[in-house]
């Protein structure tokens, strides 16, 4: 990147409203100096490059990491099974001097209104001690921890009355964004509502106020169905964005992720498991993210009867261009029953 | 990818709607088959892998390309300076067989009005005839006359009624998306307003009805400007999504791109190319998309006042992940006045 970007380096992370698109964007110069077990993110996936013995998620390496925040050692005879730890290059900041409320940069800058202090929590959980082990390697009651961590971290964040949304989300593989091979997910808590959240709020009323009744409650899978086990239901979405993309749905009705209990979780472990495997085995491996769509932290009474969290997996196999980034809708080669047939068929 | 695609090929495209998220998807099974010159997606840029001899956009390679729709000669003793053809593998079909309007497919589906048949306009405009010339390459008449393809392009497809958005837009580069490396455009008119743009409309609306102002008009450069014209303004946006974007903005009020003249078109075709060769300069000849955002081809009285298009350039330097698919908003390391800095300096 160009040669004057030292400057920016010192400056605390911000957030800005494009008030053109509606869009919030977080500005974190500290982010450019994360390390990258992958050459170029444009080079071919290299799992590999960074060896257990640098990499700062290995057991032993721990005091290469950033603090810790808690870890999961059930078992005397283990050390750790996870940890959630700080991102050492957060996107948001802990603490930002003072700066929390009223942030004057709005006003200075000629743009009231439009800036948000970049405070929040950017957090790493390790999902395992272990370098060469991924999520899916891991049996359905260790997946269902990783999970319980993802909970136990967001409930520690909600008592912050600053926070309204956080965000659990997982990039395996360089396309899919990741810097780090080990495998890791990561927890971002917001200030702000995302587009994303209040946009699904808003439709999810409109089929609410026309029907009565909640739009994921009402999915009917029929050939679009991969798997389903006690509490979720694992489908192509009829609309699915990306090839191949997966939606994992509770069957019971509920707004947060964070209310899972562990019979539920381990429910999910191995139903999530189960769809990167088949993931793996039909696509040769391939890059993915997930994320947790869940609602606000603060959800009202009015809003509750419309408001359903679920897990989309995203397989990336085609990239985006011009077309995307400037339209928002997307171009997918594969109709949702012939995906959903694929992944049925392992 | 799977081996089962094969049933998905003999599909007309179609277009889905996600009702939980309010996006469209374009199914498009054909577009799963278009050659690229770039071995892996994920491989690192090789621009010439598809030499002059074998690219169907090179001159003396015409027939090799999709029929053509018009072409730009003006000087008798060259064949050609600027095609426009028709996209071998559209994302959208010209026409599928009388299921323009009303098509069964919502019901069929247990899921009424949330699918459109794939119907509309997916053209490719090749800038030069010669493969290892860029559009940065040409002069600004040169560049003008390609942005008078466009106009000229989408004053034939607005005649057409079932057209409600007309996205150009160009991808250079493998990892912005670039299947095949000689300089080109896309033309893409679809038969729904995409949620961009009728979301930026509302945005707009807003700004409007708070000032009685377009949003654009009131653009304030200060240390945010990169350079301008006799009719348009370079800036780095101060809510940035990509690190270095660029939006050059007309200064006079305009809904449409394609009622830019011939005076405009050339004056706006230097600035581009200026911007191209600063980023290009700056950042080591980076893979970029650049996208028009015009309004709808139906605007009324009303929504003129606050519509007005721009072009956004935006270099690909960073890649998105499980953050950004989740929420919608972006992560940018680069504060936009650094970024305005560094591009003015050269
Ligand atoms: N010693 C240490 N201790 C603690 N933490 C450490 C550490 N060393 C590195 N880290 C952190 O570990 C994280 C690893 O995360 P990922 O590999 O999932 O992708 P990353 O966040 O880099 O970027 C991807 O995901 C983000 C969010 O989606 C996108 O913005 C981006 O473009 C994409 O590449 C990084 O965030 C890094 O800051
Ligand atoms: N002989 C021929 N005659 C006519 N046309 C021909 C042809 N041979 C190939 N084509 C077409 O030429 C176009 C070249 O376009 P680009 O290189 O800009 O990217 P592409 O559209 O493939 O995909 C990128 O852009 C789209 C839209 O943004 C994204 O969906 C996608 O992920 C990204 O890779 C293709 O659309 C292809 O169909």
């Not at 260790?142 to 409930?155: C, D, F, H, N, P």
Request: glycine share 6%.
């Amino acid at each position: 990147m160009a040669s004057s970007s030292s400057p920016t380096e010192t400056r605390s992370p911000e957030l800005r409203k494009d008030p053109i698109n509606n869009r919030w964007v977080i500005f974190s110069p500290a982010r450019a100096k994360r390390p990258s077990d992958f050459k170029s993110k444009s080079s071919s996936e290299n799992q590999n490059s960074n060896s257990s013995s640098s990499c700062p998620f290995c057991f032993g390496n721990e005091h290469h990491c950033a603090p810790e925040i808690f870890r999961d050692s059930p078992d005397p005879n283990v050390d750790w099974k996870i940890r959630v730890i700080q991102n050492l290059y957060p996107a948001l900041s802990r603490d930002i001097g003072g700066e929390t409320e009223g942030h004057p940069d709005g006003e200075k800058s000629g743009f009231p209104g439009r800036v948000v202090p970049g405070v929040g929590f950017h957090d790493v959980v390790i999902e395992t001690p272990v370098h060469s082990v991924h999520l899916s390697d891991l049996g359905p009651t260790q997946v269902g921890e990783v999970l319980l961590a993802y909970k136990k971290r967001i409930e520690q964040i909600k008592e912050r009355d600053l926070i309204k949304y956080v965000q659990v989300f997982k990039n395996h593989g360089a396309s899919a964004g990741a810097s780090l091979s080990h495998s890791h997910s990561q927890i971002l808590a917001l200030p702000v509502i995302p587009p994303t959240v209040s946009g699904r709020l808003c439709s999810m009323k409109e089929y609410f106020d026309q029907t009565g009744k909640c739009g994921l409650c009402e999915v009917q899978p029929k050939d679009l169905l991969i798997d389903e086990t006690t509490y979720f239901t694992s489908i192509v979405p009829f609309a699915a964005t990306f090839p191949f993309e997966i939606w994992i749905i509770p069957q019971y009705h509920s707004s947060h992720f964070h209310d899972l209990d562990s019979e539920k979780a381990i429910d999910l472990g191995g139903l999530l498991k189960l769809m990167l495997r088949k993931l793996s085995m039909q696509l040769n491996n391939p890059p993915f993210n997930f994320m947790i769509h869940t609602s606000p932290l603060q959800v009202t009474d009015s809003q509750s009867p419309y408001s359903h969290w679920y897990l989309q997996i995203v397989p990336q196999l085609t990239g985006v261009g011009g077309f995307e980034i400037g339209t928002g809708c997307y171009i997918n080669p594969v109709f949702p029953d012939d995906a959903a047939k694929v992944l049925r068929e392992v």
